[in-house]
């Protein structure tokens, strides 16, 4: 799923905005194509914390989209866990009142699950805006829906 993540660059692109991707270490292991998309975005993919030393590679958000948002990164993030560079990075934006999308990609079942409704409620309550759920599920013959990468950039409008 977040091998998709070029559409969503060319669509802030397309918009003028300037990008800068964090992935989760998991991500950046194999789901993202990190030279792909540091060759669309001119910036290297982060999903490491730097040191005091290191230049800062980004500047400061004026939106951020987090997409595809896991059961694990919602619940980690309402708890205030903020233990890799996306989950920091989001809950910093939160609470400096930086506008935040996000795009579910939780399973049915595990959408169901008492803590994460729990934590979509918490983070609604930060002001975070939450896109329709994609539970990733796939047909017989290996298609299924299409993750709706550009719905983020609308739950954040005009920028």
Request: glycine share 10%.
């Amino acid at each position: 799923m977040a091998s998709g993540v070029g559409r969503l660059i060319t669509a802030a692109q397309a918009r003028n905005w300037e990008v800068g991707v964090i992935a989760t270490p998991v991500a950046a292991s194999g789901f993202v194509d990190t030279e792909a998309v540091a060759a669309q975005t001119g910036r290297p993919v982060r999903s490491a914390w730097r040191t005091p030393a290191d230049p800062r590679p980004f500047p400061p958000p004026d939106a951020v989209a987090v997409a595809p948002a896991t059961f694990n990164t919602v619940n980690k993030w309402a708890a205030g866990i903020a233990d890799t560079l996306a989950l920091g990075t989001v809950s910093e934006a939160a609470g400096l009142g930086i506008p935040v999308a996000v795009l579910p990609c939780v399973a049915d079942a595990l959408a169901a699950h008492p803590a994460y409704r729990e934590s979509l409620a918490r983070l609604r309550g930060m002001g975070v805006r939450f896109g329709e759920p994609y539970n990733g599920e796939v047909r017989p013959d290996g298609s299924g829906p299409d993750f709706a990468w550009e719905r983020a950039l609308d739950l954040l409008g005009p920028l």
